[in-house]
């Protein structure tokens, strides 16, 4: 599968690969973090979600791992299908402000 | 349900025009968000209504004000804005604003260009 050890802004992967998307945080004191979707002309739809005292969560088809020593999260989607093409925004939460990441164009080619 | 309604879904005005986005969740959610989106960047913080008072303003102009008559329902209203205004305005909510493990969820965006 493909996988990016820094975060870039694009990511192209083949039908039924997995992909990797990376993500740095900033703010140490974030306990909340959140993986959003986000297709052309519509709003960020929500993926997966996960707390600090956590370092792992599994959904349907997608893991997101959180490094806190290193203030690293990642999404994992396995066997990415065509329908996964869209820009993939992580995003940190400490209080009631939402920060997104960059975001990562994620393109599949079948 | 997660659904988060926006309307109108697109909308173009001139500088001079008065227009008003609307934005409609029926989760119970406690607290309601606007975010502007410029193309190809991340959604930023404009406002945020906790318990139908306004709790958060991210040194937004004045040109852009916010309105939460009711728990289900949030406002934007429009006033002589700038072309550099035109974006996707997005509108989210969660169960309480004052909990930072609280998940917002988004609406489809309005699609607002000023001519």
């Known amino acids: 599968g493909e996988s990016v050890g820094l975060h870039l802004p694009t990511l192209s992967v083949q039908e039924g690969d997995n992909s990797i998307i990376n993500c740095a945080y900033s703010?140490?004191?974030?306990?909340?973090f959140i993986w959003y979707k986000q297709e052309s002309g519509k709003g960020p739809q929500f993926i997966i979600d996960i707390r600090s005292n956590m370092d792992k969560r599994q959904g349907q088809r997608v893991t997101v791992l959180l490094n806190k020593t290193v203030k690293h999260l990642s999404l994992q989607i396995a066997a990415t299908q065509p329908g996964d093409s869209a820009v993939y925004f992580c995003?940190?939460?400490?209080?009631?402000?939402?920060?997104f990441g960059k975001g990562t164009t994620l393109s599949v080619s079948s | 349900d997660t659904e988060v309604t926006q309307t109108p879904k697109h909308l173009v005005m001139g500088m001079t025009n008065k227009k008003s986005l609307k934005c409609e969740q029926h989760m119970g959610h406690r607290a309601m968000y606007w975010y502007k989106q410029k193309a190809k960047k991340p959604p930023e913080l404009m406002f945020v209504?906790?318990?139908?008072?306004?709790?958060i303003n991210e040194s937004v102009p004045s040109r852009f004000s916010p309105e939460c008559p009711n728990s289900s329902l949030l406002n934007l209203h429009l006033h002589a804005l700038q072309p550099e205004d035109s974006a996707l305005y997005l509108c989210a909510s969660s169960r309480a604003g004052g909990l930072s493990t609280d998940t917002q969820y988004f609406g489809p965006g309005t699609r607002l260009t000023v001519l």
């Open positions: 209504y906790s318990y139908e008072k306004l709790s």
């Open positions: 995003a940190e939460k400490a209080g009631t402000a939402l920060i």
């Open positions: 703010n140490s004191a974030s306990d909340y």
